[in-house]
């Protein structure tokens, strides 16, 4: 079996990069959801989510950037079976450790949100984590170069 032949490569690449293309998409349009919400969107919030929102500072938005674009574009590179995919999606996963270890330990949001609200970034570091996993796999084997 020829690695570098897409005919022989597993049908779940294809499916797990996709999902993770898709995944990340999503992420993206979180992010922008957050830095383009409204006054009155944000007025809408109840005093408390308004502050934890209010408060965020540059460097951990600037993170959340990082994070989706590098999930996005680590994804996409992963489909077009690109070895670069790798470094990018070890970007990503770094950026989204910031955001999260800021949301869940610099912040109220647990006490305002509830315990619950962690499993949410918890989820996204599980899945990057596979991701860049996935991602060293699929090199290793010869699946991306």
């Given at each position: 079996?020829?690695?570098n032949n897409p005919s022989s490569l597993p049908k779940s690449f294809y499916w797990i990069a996709g999902a993770a293309l898709v995944w990340n998409l999503l992420g993206l349009m979180a992010y922008v959801a957050q830095v383009s919400m409204s006054p009155?969107?944000?007025a809408a919030l109840p005093d408390a989510e308004r502050?934890?929102?209010?408060?965020?500072?540059?460097w951990v938005t600037s993170a959340f950037a990082i994070a989706v674009n590098g999930g996005v574009l680590g994804s996409l590179l992963l489909v077009l079976r690109k070895?670069?995919?790798l470094p990018v999606l070890v970007v990503s996963l770094l950026a989204v450790l910031v955001q999260?270890?800021?949301?869940i330990l610099m912040t109220e949001a647990l006490a305002v949100l509830g315990p619950a609200s962690a499993i949410g970034p918890l989820v996204l570091v599980v899945i990057a984590v596979y991701l860049v996993w996935f991602a060293g796999d699929a090199k290793k084997k010869g699946w991306i170069s």
């Open positions: 079996m020829s690695e009155e969107a944000l502050a934890l929102y209010e408060g965020i500072p540059t070895a670069l995919a999260v270890s800021y949301n």
